[in-house]
Structure formats: C-alpha cells, structure tokens
C-alpha cells in the first residue's frame, strides 16, 4: 500500500535529521530560511556541478549533506516567480511528494525569496502533494521490494502563513483534494466489485455530509417512462439505478444548478460488441458519473453556498439474450422514440432519460452532463482537452475559463441543424447513432434534443478521464477530470 500523508502547517521547525524540502525561484539563492539546513555549502557546490538553473519542478537531491544531520536535502526548482499559477503551486507539491520515495519525515520550506507565497498558494502546494501521492493498490497482495517504506509519511510545511494555510486547507483544499480522489477510486475499481447498485451506494454515502440522495430503482424508472436508459441496461443481470443528488447550500432557496454523469459501470458493446482487446478498459465507461459524484462530494464537504443537483444514469451494457438489438425502437422518457442503430452508442441513451428527467423536475438555471460518450472526440482533441458542446455562449465561456485556471482543458466543438438532420431516422424521432463522421457531434446533437431551452454544456471526456496522460499531480490510470474544472466554475460564477 503508498504511504499515506500527514500534513502539518507551521511557522518554523527544529530538524533532528530526516529529509528537508526546500524551494528556489530561478534568480536567487538557497531560501534564508534553509540556508542553516547546509552550513557546509555542499547545494551550492553541487548546484553549480549539476547546472542546476531552478527550473520549474527540476529537482537537486543531496544525500547527507556535509555539515548537516540531515538523510536528505532536496532543492525544488520554482521557475520564474512571475509565472507561477495556481495549478503551478498544485504542480510544485505534486513534485515535492514524488521525491518522498522511502521517508518517514520531511520538512518542506516554501517561503523562498522572490516567491509570491500566499495562504492560497501553500494551500495549493498541500493538495498538490495529496493529489500526487494517491494511489490504487488495493487489489496488490504482495508488495515489490522498491515500494516497503514507511506506512505514514509526516510532512510538516513551513510558511509564515502556518495557520491561515492550515485553516484554508481544512475547510477548502482537502475538500477538493478528497472529490478527486474519490473520483479516481470510483473510475479504478474493477467492474465487478462496482456494480450500478453498488455505485448508487457510494452516493449514498453522501449523506454523513449533508446532502440528500434518491435512489430509483427499475421499478421507479419504467414508472416514469425512461425506456431509453432501460433498453440498454436490459442486457445484464445487474439492474439499473438512478441516484439523484441535492445539496442546499443556499438558503434563500435559489434555483439549483445541475450535473449530470454517464454512468455505465462496464461497456461491452452490447449486441454491437467491441473488439476484445482494450475491453477491460471499459470499466472506465463511468468516468463523468465518477466526475459527478466526486464534485457533489467536494461541494458538501466544503459547505459551498450554492443548490446543486446530481444525477447518475447507472447501468450495465451486456450482450445477453435479453438484449436491445440493433433496429429496436425505444421511447424515452421526452415521449420521442429513437431507432437503436449501434448499442454501442448506449451513453447517449442514459443520458437523454437523465437529462430530461432532471430538467422536467428541478427546472435547473443549467444543466452540464459529462460522459466518457465517444471515441471520436478522442480522434479530434487526443487526451489533451475534453470536448465541450453548448447550446449557450456564456455557459460555455465560464466552463473555457475555468479550465485554463484548473489545467482541466477544455475545446469548444460545434453544433448545428446540418449535423443534426445526421441522426434523423426513417422509422422513429432520431437514432442513435450518425455513423462515423462528426461522431462526436452527432452525439451531442443527440443530447440536445432532451434539454429544452435551458442553459446546457456536454463535456465529452472520452479522453481525459480515463488513461490520461500522466503529470506531476497525477499519476493514476483514472485522472478524475472534472472535479477541480467544476468545482472552480461554481466557485467563479454561481456560488452565493
């Protein structure tokens, strides 16, 4: 199992030995408040050997240095001061937790000259550190020689702004930290151990922090006619859930807003089944459900004032006997029918009953769904950006910038009457799929015939949420896209 974190916050530290982490920004020297930790001059010898210039997260390691009762002392390159970001502070902690390696202690100083250190920064550096450190072992019954270390590494971060940063992180960062993490859980877990009830358990659990959670059951759901979400989860023998999420964080009653995840725990296609290889994969298939469940964590966990909805589309697609076939006709639950084309184009089915669902009963301001919905838009943007559609030009301006601010990148895609006739059907309101080309568009275009005249953004995160590249705070299979995004756009624009 990874070591798990403590952190602490203070003003200054006594080191009896152990590791110590320190920051430099490019043009100037050892921070005066290391410079005791090497009385012997050994970093500057060793920087000057190395060309160690301080470039943003390049790292100097100096093993017992001469002088000190130090194990290690670690230099951190910051870059520019005038550079830094917020997300470049979650980076820096990211990078300072990824040299803890086998430690029991370390003692991390932040306030270097030249640095723009700020609660809010330390803050970030701290979640930055827990982001990084996370991971997914659960299911390793044996350990590899290079990973036994210490089971709790105790990291005390040292800044003139101890108890503002402490009390910042408490209430905020680890808010935020703990949603993301819990949507990589949600998206690592193997499909057998998370099922759609099971997966409507863990919103359950969101109870103990205040937000009331509804559970529908296939009984409830064919009751209000969501035919669409049914067809594809009748395949498995797992039945289907639809876990609906509130959190009344403002209490003058303000109209909620919402968001909506895909939530389909494994994907084999259906009838139209995919190519074995990758297959596995497709546990991560409910990777904007996970997004979701972890944001609505994140909101109530930090007391955020602002009425929020979140529901998950819960299902399973298998091949079974019982099967949607290609060429069925369901009805969702709009009252418009959709010719099943390909049942592997079964997102957007979840999806439509999900959306219209919660547009008919909370009469949302607006409405964001993510989906790990298509392989096209993986094509278009690689995993570098996440897909964004929009019916709405502010909406989708605050969601721009809220992804530049978080690095949890965004690119606007269009939508049009040309692409939408694309889905048109000869038998019923629509099918489900237009083929190949604009596959991602002809999707959202799908989607949008459930939402009305309501504000509305479908973020496609095919290729982000899932085997994402890996960077200094994450280095997870499951990335847990959509979280931070999300929660910085209630943050910027929404919250009371």
């Known amino acids: 199992m990874a070591a798990k974190l403590e952190i602490s916050f203070a003003t200054s530290a006594t080191l009896q030995g152990g590791l110590a982490l320190t920051l430099k920004e490019a043009e100037s020297a050892l921070p005066a408040a290391a410079a005791e930790l090497d009385p012997a001059g050994t970093f500057a010898r060793a920087a000057a050997t190395a060309q160690f210039k301080a470039k943003a997260m390049t790292v100097l390691d100096l093993l017992a240095p001469a002088g000190s009762n130090l194990d290690r002392l670690i230099v951190v390159g910051a870059g520019k001061a005038a550079d830094l ?20 202690a370390a003692t991390v100083f932040v306030d270097a000259e030249g640095l723009d250190v700020t609660p809010k920064a330390v803050c970030d550096f701290a979640a930055g550190m827990m982001l990084r450190n996370y991971t997914f072992d659960d299911y390793k019954t044996k350990k590899k020689d290079d990973d036994e270390g210490a089971a709790v590494i105790k990291v005390t971060i040292v800044t003139a702004h101890a108890d503002a940063a402490k009390a910042l992180f408490e209430k905020d960062g680890k808010a935020v930290t703990d949603g993301v993490l819990l949507a990589r859980t949600m998206v690592n877990l193997p499909p057998n151990v998370l099922g759609p009830v099971e997966f409507a358990d863990h919103a359950k ?8 959670v509804e559970i529908l059951t296939e009984v409830e759901m064919k009751a209000l006619g969501m035919g669409a979400l049914l067809g594809v989860a009748q395949g498995s023998v797992r039945p289907p859930r639809l876990a609906v999420m509130q959190w009344k964080g403002d209490k003058t009653d303000a109209q909620p807003i919402a968001f909506i995840g895909k939530g389909v725990v494994f994907d084999t296609g259906g009838i139209s089944i995919k190519p074995a290889a990758g297959m596995e994969d497709m546990k991560g298939d409910m990777g904007g459900a996970a997004a979701v469940i972890g944001l609505m964590h994140t909101l109530a966990a930090r007391k955020a004032k602002v009425n929020v909805v979140g529901i998950l589309g819960l299902v399973e697609n298998m091949p079974d006997g019982n099967a949607q076939r290609p060429g069925d006709i369901v009805t969702s639950m709009s009252g418009q029918t959709i010719e099943i084309i390909n049942t592997d184009a079964e997102g957007r089915l979840v999806l439509c009953d999900a959306l219209w669902y919660c547009n008919d009963r909370f009469k949302p301001a607006f409405m964001i769904n ?35 601010s978080t690095n949890e990148r965004l690119w606007r895609m269009p939508l049009g009457k040309d692409y939408d006739k694309m889905i048109d059907s000869r038998f019923a309101d629509m099918k489900n799929s237009g083929g190949r080309l604009g596959g991602s568009i002809t999707a959202a275009q799908f989607l949008q015939r459930f939402v009305g005249d309501t504000p509305w953004a479908h973020l496609d995160v095919a290729g982000t949420a899932m085997d994402s590249p890996k960077d200094e705070i994450s280095q997870s299979w499951a990335s847990g896209f959509g979280v931070r995004l999300l929660d910085q756009l209630v943050r910027d624009a929404y919250e009371a």
């Open 85 to 104: 970001s917020a997300h470049d502070w979650l980076r820096l902690g990211g990078t300072v937790a990824a040299n803890l390696k086998k430690a029991e």
């Open 205 to 212: 659990a969101l109870e103990k922090l205040g937000v009331e």
């Open 370 to 404: 993510l989906a790990t919905l298509t392989g096209a838009i993986l094509v278009a943007l690689a995993n570098l950006h996440a897909g964004l559609f929009s019916n709405d030009d502010e909406l989708a301006e605050q969601l721009l910038k809220a992804g530049l």
